[in-house]
């Protein structure tokens, strides 16, 4: 069993940054593919980044590419989205998830941060 707890949200202005961590409890956290999702109001959950277990190769959604980077850290058995040049469309709840196996799909979700960016 895997919990997964988000932090770092919060209210940005367009343009700025954040950081969001995802802390993992769990021995095995260095074997998961770790992947972060974001919900806008009325809106189905969309993919954001990957990283996975094997090699520490990343994969980002095509409207996050060159300001979003996504990082883990296994000695802490956190996942980290930086999240730079942020524009309003970008607010959402941001969740991260585990996945043993990537292409069978996610086995466990946090239970998500908001971010509200501000124009």
């Known amino acids: 069993q895997v919990q997964l707890v988000e932090s770092g949200g919060g209210l940005v202005q367009a343009g700025g940054s954040l950081r969001l961590s995802c802390a993992a409890s769990?021995?095995?956290?260095?074997?998961?593919?770790m992947g972060w999702f974001r919900q806008a109001p009325g809106k189905e959950r969309e993919f954001v980044a990957v990283?996975?277990?094997?090699?520490?190769?990343?994969y980002y959604a095509n409207s996050v590419k060159g300001r979003f980077t996504i990082s883990r850290d296994n000695a802490k058995n956190t996942v980290y989205l930086q999240m730079n040049s942020l524009k309003p469309e970008d607010t959402a709840v941001y969740y991260c998830?585990?996945?043993?196996?990537?292409?069978?799909?996610?086995?466990?979700w946090g239970q998500g941060t908001q971010v509200t960016v501000s124009s």
């Open positions: 998830a585990a996945a043993r196996y990537l292409d069978v799909g996610y086995d466990y």
């Open positions: 769990g021995r095995t956290f260095s074997r998961f593919g």
């Open positions: 990283i996975r277990w094997s090699d520490n190769s990343t």
